[in-house]
Nanobody, 123 residues
Framework: QVQLQESGGGLVQAGDSLRLTCTAS????????MGWFRQIPGKEREFVAR????????NYADSVRDRFTISIDNGKSTVFLQMNSLQPEDTAVYYC????????????????WGHGTQVTVSS
């Protein structure tokens, strides 16, 4: 049974940094795309970043492109999201997700989801 577990969220001030971690287990992920999404109450879950399991292909939402970095330690089945220069509008629950489909930013392409970790950025 595939499980994704996020950690690293918290309360920070504008301009601070956080690193989120997602540990994957219970499956074979070497052909998977790993993604980060975020959701604010009352809004749809939105794409943040994705990376291929080999780490060679990445993409970002325009809103985070110059501030966030996604990376992977596939030997440890762990995906990271380094978030710098955080702003109040980055406040959301952040979800890790796994997709057997390459290069996807669509929620529907992701079969497995973690439970999420809260990131709150105060101004």
């Amino acid at each position: 049974q595939v499980q994704l577990q996020e950690s690293g969220g918290g309360l920070v001030q504008a301009g601070d940094s956080l690193r989120l971690t997602c540990t994957a287990s219970g499956g074979t992920f070497n052909t998977y795309t790993m993604g980060w999404f975020r959701q604010i109450p009352g809004k749809e879950r939105e794409f943040v970043a994705r990376i291929s399991w080999g780490g060679t292909r990445r993409n970002y939402a325009d809103s985070v492109r110059d501030r966030f970095t996604i990376s992977i330690d596939n030997g440890k089945s762990t995906v990271f999201l380094q978030m710098n220069s955080l702003q109040p509008e980055d406040t959301a629950v952040y979800y890790c997700a796994a997709s057997p489909r390459p290069r996807s930013e669509e929620r529907g392409a992701y079969d497995y989801w973690g439970h999420g970790t809260q990131v709150t950025v105060s101004s």
